[in-house]
């Protein structure tokens, strides 16, 4: 079953129970309330701010005793009638609002406005044979004959085949001009951003000319038209000309928004969703034109409202398509990324935000039913602005989002899965603003007095406190994202390359970080408790509470804490001191009192060091009495290498050098020198052999993994040019001994244990006069 059918069918019959609800509790009183006036009781506790007057609307009086009489002057006969049966038959304020502290009361009220909303409906529903002569009121209105009527709407037709004629040779003529130029000046593609800027331009262009060419075979039509044909046949050509415009966009943000490769497989339903905005967009403008017009007819209020509400459930018909087909592109596309790592309530809106789009719409939609059944048709203008707010505020959010992590991945050359810290400030902060501004455009549109409202249930003391309070916590969390943007622009290290082999966890490893990276954390946790400071205290003044014997218990107590924890006040000075030094940095290797280890944190009172093999060692400041960094400037190691006697050192030096040519050449690990290999000769006699001394000078951080390639490619050299090391070893001598093997083999077994090794196998053992080597 197709989804316009399944939509139709659930909203069928949720108006179907709806109706029947009503009708039910509006049994005993509908038939009484069906003579009275419709426009004599107030169902909806709001008034509709959209900015024009409907004559049959209920009219409501001001608040200012000043403008009462030019409020008068404008009533007509209908309005004054309503008025006064108003406030001869209802109660004064106070006394109304009285009747309502009870539970019992306020479901009286809700179970009267029911009966009189059912009421409503009957009434409305009585006009229904006034729909059959709409045909002739709009012909009246008009100033035209039925064939003059359909001559006139031929002309509007053949106006835009013409019209979109022109305006596909001028989008082919300005496409092949710019493609033109950029072959003549051998220019690269342009990024996505530019070339989807391009495209619209070029439909901007092409719809100009449309809107021109459109217009001016209007108002050049062979037959004569009246001041009101020519504007209903311009407003015609208005209407398409937004239904055209809300298609190009909707075509380039699916463009921008669905990769390329997933374009090429036809994997979104592209059409489906440029097909669902054209409807909707295009419901909304028929609908305004054709109400309009009516109104203009002098068709009577309630055959109006009843057009209305046929146009509002194909509106929504049209708004739930394009959902589900929205909710089809969003299933077939891979939206991982930065996102993934928000906070759980955004997590949790990506994942419900369907069920929630589709809750949050039926809402307005059945609201602005009831609003209309006691406003007239412009409740809808407020319905359609409502739909507005909420479908393109989310929309033009996570659309400057992709923008801007775009524009980030293109001009530092990485993926989209790496934010900057200031973009997700940026987007953060646009999301709050935009759903502030989003409820703000929501009250503007319904006409809601947040004080007014509140002046009947908590006092209008307490709304402005708790506005206020709302106020300073978003002022204090805008603030908040800057200071931390700026902060984490600052200290973010350089990107890391993947073409980088992968980290070690050598000793000494890490790479350090500078002065600022390390010092800013720091900042940053102080001007946050700031920030929470003065926001707290900012909500306590505007609560009415007295912040200054606040401030001085917090001073007592903290003279207090200050007295006991000495300790604590130490670890803080000494730790300000260090950092002012410059002792130390995050990622550096140091060593302190036997404890050595890579610096991973700094807190307000202790220093955090992670071992090479693991282990986090946590070091107070205040205990710290020598401290020595191993990660600053440079740093010289010197290597030492055991050798026979019978070795040749001027060999011996010129493969160390020819092994310090090799590394400065080196692609990966020549970069970390900043002395070469060199052989220092020979630096001490050993019993067994001698000492040859191997120094360079190196980048710290670096000096471990040089090491051990230095190692391996010295004890490689050796052996390919047959230098020998140096290996413990004792000679026994037996002058003019023959010995039998049971001799031989425990002669060799008491030296390999005065050499300290273990005895060869009694089959390896060789055999012979003079002397004996075991090693």
Known sequence: MSDPVRLTRRLAGFAALALVALLLAAAPWASASAASSPSSSALVPFSLNTGKK?????????????????????????????????????????????????????????????????????????????????????????????????????????????????????????????????????????????????????????????????????????????????????????????????????????????????????????????????????????????????????????????????????????????????????????????????????????????????????????????????????????????????????????????????????QRGHDEKSDPPWITSIVRCARILATVAALYGLGRVWGLDVFAYASDRLGESVARMVIDVAIILLLAYVVWEIIRAIIRSESVGEPVDPDEPEISFEEGSMKPQTRMQTFLPLVEKFLFVLVLIVAGMMILKTLGVDTGPLLAGAGIIGIAIGFGAQTLVKDIVSGIFFLLDDAFRLGEYVEIDQTRGTVEGISIRSLRIRHHRGAVHTVPFGTIQRLTNYSRDWIILKLEFLLAFETDLKKVKKIVKDIGKELLEDEEYGQHFLEPVKSQGVRRMEQIGMVIGVKFMAKPGEQFILRREVYQRVRDAFEKNGIAFARPQVVVQVPNAKMSAEESEAIAAAAAEAADMPPPPPQEMKQGGGAKKAS
């Open 54 to 410: 409907d004559g049959d609307a209920k009219a409501v009086p001001p608040d200012d005793p000043a403008k009462v009489p030019d409020f008068v002057s404008r009533l007509d006969d209908r309005q004054a009638r309503a008025l006064l049966l108003d406030t001869l038959s209802g109660k004064p304020k106070n006394e109304e609002a009285r009747d309502r502290d009870t539970v019992s009361d306020i479901f009286g009220s809700v179970l009267a406005a029911a009966r009189q909303y059912a009421a409503r409906i009957v009434t409305v529903a009585q006009a229904w044979p006034q729909l059959l002569t709409l045909d002739e009121r709009l012909t009246e209105y008009l100033g035209a004959t039925r064939p003059g009527l359909v001559a006139l709407l031929g002309w509007i037709a053949l106006s835009f085949v013409a019209a979109g004629a022109v305006e596909y040779l001028v989008r082919l003529l300005f496409e092949r001009l710019l493609a033109r130029r950029r072959r003549l000046r051998g220019l690269p593609a342009p990024p996505q951003t530019l070339r989807h800027g391009g495209r619209l331009g070029v439909r901007c262009v092409g719809l100009a000319s449309f809107m021109a060419v459109s217009s001016g075979l209007i108002l050049a039509a062979p037959h004569a038209m009246s001041s009101i044909q020519q504007d209903f046949a311009l407003s015609i050509a208005a209407g398409a000309l937004l239904v055209r415009l809300a298609d190009t966009l909707a075509y380039l943000c699916i463009a921008y928004l669905v990769p390329p490769s997933e374009r090429a497989q036809r994997r979104v339903p592209r059409n489906a969703v440029r097909l669902a905005v054209v409807s909707t967009h295009a419901t909304i403008i028929m609908g305004a034109l054709i109400l309009t017009d009516l109104r203009g007819a002098g068709v009577a209020f309630e055959a109006r409202l009843i057009v209305g509400l046929a146009l509002w459930c194909v509106l929504g018909l049209c708004v739930f398509a394009g959902l589900g087909r929205l909710k089809a592109i969003t299933a077939k596309l891979s939206l991982d990324g930065p996102l993934a790592r928000e906070g759980v309530i955004f997590r949790w809106l990506r994942l419900h935000w369907y069920g929630l789009a589709r809750g949050v719409i039926g809402a307005v939609w059945l609201f602005t039913v009831l609003a209309a059944l006691e406003a007239g048709p412009m409740a809808f203008e407020a319905g359609v602005l409502s739909l507005f707010v909420i479908a393109y505020t989310p929309a033009a959010v996570r659309l400057l989002t992709l923008v801007l992590r775009r524009s980030f991945a293109r």
